[in-house]
């Protein structure tokens, strides 16, 4: 059996962009409404928590026998690679994760590679861009910026 790898990217926040490593794009691994804690108040998130989160989540693959590749982080967000065969793996690890990875990745998208993309884009057409992440997007819609382009470059999307 052929080998197939799955590698994650992590992106909140701009449609058609893959957000896996955060339950917006996990396709509802993080389903608030099945877990009555998670409807209660949460803590903030800080870097310490996130990444404690993301060490227990490593292990559990681990201990499952998958394996974790390709592991970086950028800006803030941790992003890694898996297996396909290691699927079920991921899915019974990552549930604890993602209520922390969503949380954070939210709190820190406006700093995401992606927003630092279209906000330079926004600048390139002499607009300033907003301070948080709803005014960029909204600035980014109205100004009809393709946001495959901007973000991949010309031709890439």
Not at 16 to 24: C, E, L, S, T, Y
Not at 92 to 114: G, K, L
């Amino acid at each position: 059996m052929k080998k197939r790898l799955i590698v994650l990217a992590s992106a909140a926040g701009v449609a058609g962009v893959i957000a896996v490593g955060g339950a917006a794009a996990y396709g509802g691994a993080f389903n608030p409404a099945s877990n009555p804690e998670a409807n209660a108040p949460a803590e903030p998130v800080t870097q310490e928590s996130y990444d404690a989160a993301y060490a227990t989540f490593r292990d559990c693959m681990k201990d499952a026998g998958a394996s974790l590749f390709s592991e970086r982080t950028v800006g803030v967000v941790h992003e890694y690679s898996y297996w396909e065969g290691d699927k079920s793996a991921h899915d019974r690890c990552y549930v604890d994760f993602a209520p922390v990875d969503f949380r954070w990745q939210v709190a820190n998208s406006y700093d995401s590679p992606t927003y630092v993309s279209l906000r330079e884009c926004l600048t390139d057409l002499g607009v300033e861009p907003g301070k948080d992440v709803e005014t960029v997007w909204e600035q980014v819609q109205a100004a009809d910026i393709d946001v495959v382009e901007c973000t991949l470059g010309p031709g890439l999307g």
